[in-house]
């Protein structure tokens, strides 16, 4: 255990202050791509639900979003803050949370390991672990999904080794948590969820187990709650009305999402986690130290059943996405926990010098795979702000604009600009003094044949298009003059 008085206790706070270092000196405001400014979205939409005013789906894809992260930054804007700051302290501190509970698994896994070795996993595995720093930096669901996975684990891995039933009711009440901010988290827990269940029914604990069944009903509410009436459910997701056996082997998918090749097929994605320099260097070297007695206790089959079924469910998901495999890289690391305590122990023993070394290089290493996975996300922040700063002095007021991927980020920053997305349906009509905001070298290889590309072909054809601006990365701005004659 680490003592109340040992500083290790305070790394959780220096993790959400470097981060807030970090994203002020990369003047990041945690924003990028379509996901996260759906976030911030849905997070002044919820804010303003709270506050009594009806709740409207902004479009078919709502039912998709979970609420758990935009609900969280709502809460935090009734003190005051503006949304796009309290999803950004949401994330910091999320991370921080994360460190925490990883430690609070790894005193339940290993009670014996020393406090020394269990934080200097945490950082070199975890807190190091590029896609971690990014989780922790970006307005993204990750990072809370994480901490409520960990802090679920942390209290239902208490109730399998040491038998305290109270726990039970936090971890089904983390559980909740964590479900309503990552949907995919509810198969990593399922063998978790399983396990607690039935240990409350051998020990015949009835009013422990309907009290910890109403808890974790009580902590999904939310999400009844803010769907009532948006239309479609998380079942009808596009993801997993895709999902398939076959996709395991395949690496190029074709669905409402476009076609995408990712060049690896899902078997050998799914074992990213162990490999990948985005998540820990050193566990392929401990994957050799690894015995089958690091799996003796209940808890180690109990995650070891989870990552395997989570894995699997990946596979036969039409997308590959190395967000998702952050919880199951968190798994891998709990499992593999004692390899490393072999090796710290042993190594620091009998090899101190080059134990150093390797801790001291993996260190360096890692922090140069963190500014090569961080930097596509700053990168395309900046492209947000500069094309919505150049659009705000390019066109007139009440402009109506035509726009496709960069759509979601432009209605953050220019809320009063009339948007029409280009993939939500077939337009037959552009009116004349419109704008549209297109890039068809990037654009076409993933939607020739759907709704972005058959808009953009259509408007082509049938309108007369005149060049006004060309922004970064080939973002091209033009004014409909009229019909074709």
Known sequence: MTSNRHPLRFLPLAVVAILIILAKILSFNGLYGQDAHEYLRLSRAYFDHL??????????????????????????????LVAALALQIISWAAAGAAAYFFDRCLQVLTPGARAGSRWT???????????????????????????????????????????RIGTAVWAAFFAGLAVITRFSLAVLLAPLVIAVGLYLVENRRWVFAGATILVGLLAVFPHFWLKTDVPGSVFGHSLLQGWSGWHYFHATF????????????????????????????????????????????????????????????????????????????????????????????????????????????????????????????????????????????????????FAFDLDVALRSYLPGLRINNLWEQLYTDFPAGSFILFNEPLLRPQWQGRNPILNWDYAKSHYRLEEIRTFPGGWQLYEIKGVVK
């Open 121 to 163: 996993f945490t950082v070199a595995g975890l807190l190091l672990a590029p896609y971690f720093v990014r989780a922790g930096l970006t307005s993204m669901s990750d990072a809370p999904g994480l901490a409520f996975f960990l802090a679920a684990l942390a209290h239902g891995l208490r109730v399998l080794e040491t038998g």
């Open 254 to 401: 074709s669905n409402s999402n476009g076609s995408v090749n990712y060049g690896i097929p899902n078997g050998l994605y799914l074992l990213l986690p162990l490999a990948h320099p985005g998540f820990c260097l050193l566990l392929p070297g401990l994957l050799l130290l690894f015995k089958k007695t690091d799996l003796h206790l209940v808890s180690k089959k109990v995650l070891a059943a989870s990552l395997v079924v989570y894995l699997l469910f990946l596979g036969g998901v039409p997308h590959q996405n190395m967000r998702y495999l952050l919880p199951a890289f968190a798994v891998l690391l709990l499992i593999f926990f004692p390899a490393w305590d072999r090796m710290f122990s042993y190594g620091f023993y009998f090899f101190k010098r080059l134990t150093f070394a390797i801790i001291g290089l993996t260190f360096a290493v890692q922090v140069c795979c963190i500014t090569l996975i961080i930097r596509p996300v700053i990168v395309r922040n900046r492209l947000e702000t500069g094309i919505a700063t150049g659009l705000q002095n390019a066109l007139p007021a009440e402009a109506t604009l």
């Open 51 to 80: 506050r009594g005013l009806p709740y409207l789906p902004a479009g078919r894809g709502d039912a998709e979003f979970a609420v758990g992260y935009p609900l969280c930054g709502a809460l935090l804007q009734l003190t005051g």
